[in-house]
């Protein structure tokens, strides 16, 4: 069966400093891959998408930054974080290919930015 | 792009009684439409769905209705008990995209 991780859990990070947060998946292979932010209280913003190895689309202009090394792994990155980056990120992943229909999200990391 | 609202974006049902949540999309082609349940502190996870040549789906006690031509589906669960309280995402899409776009939510609480 398949399973997704993502790590840290929760992550309290100064203002300015860099971000890595990381999700694998196990048990598929060519997925594709995406990065939610989910304010509190508030809707699933979709961050970055990617169908394959090293393809990074961005939905939204901001100081984040993906990157997908392997096939199951999909990295969010920052070099300096701001306030506005605190929430709960998700990633998900989803069959690759017209195959691609249900989402299946990780647990989460909870980001607070001070 | 797909437009996609939800409504109520709150709803507060006593135990036992029924909740339906309705899902509004603007992209005619979309043909996937799941629902995705959040509960507190985890991510979203998929409750039920419904393809574009079916117009009712059922799962214990909830169920899903398409309204294709209106552009329209929505969730309905029955006998709602505490643990339905969350916040509900639909999520219509075409299949062969490769990206979803998630309604603002609706959050669900059922009062014991």
């Known amino acids: 069966s398949q399973t997704i991780h993502q790590w840290p859990a929760t992550l309290v990070q100064p203002v300015g400093s860099p971000l890595s947060l990381e999700c694998t998946v196990e048990?598929?292979?060519?997925?594709?891959l995406y990065w939610y932010r989910q304010a509190a209280g508030r809707g699933l913003q979709l961050l970055f998408y990617?169908?394959?190895?090293?393809?990074i689309s961005s939905e939204v202009p901001q100081n984040l930054s993906a990157s997908r090394p392997q096939d199951r792994q999909f990295i969010l990155s920052s070099k300096k974080l701001l306030l506005s980056d605190s929430g709960f990120y998700l990633c998900?992943?989803?069959?690759?290919?017209?195959?691609?229909?249900?989402?299946?999200f990780g647990p989460g990391t909870r980001l607070l930015v001070l | 792009g797909e437009n996609v609202e939800q409504h109520p974006s709150t709803l507060s049902v006593q135990e036992g009684d029924s909740a339906v949540i309705k899902c509004t999309y603007s992209?005619?082609?979309?043909?996937?439409f799941p629902w995705y349940k959040q509960e507190l502190g985890k991510g979203p996870q998929l409750i039920i769905d419904?393809?574009?040549?079916?117009g009712e789906k059922k799962d214990q006690r909830i169920a899903v209705t398409l309204n294709k031509t209106a552009k329209h589906f929505s969730l309905h669960i029955t006998e709602t008990q505490p643990e339905d309280s969350a916040v509900y995402f639909c999520?219509?899409?075409?299949?062969?995209?490769?990206?979803?776009?998630f309604g603002p939510g609706t959050s669900l609480s059922v009062i014991p």
């Open positions: 998900a992943w989803s069959a690759g290919g017209a195959r691609g229909e249900t989402q299946y």
């Open positions: 048990g598929t292979s060519n997925p594709n």
């Open positions: 990617s169908v394959g190895i090293g393809q």
């Open positions: 992209d005619s082609a979309s043909n996937y």
């Open positions: 419904i393809r574009s040549n079916v």
């Open positions: 999520a219509p899409m075409k299949t062969s995209y490769d990206k979803v776009i």
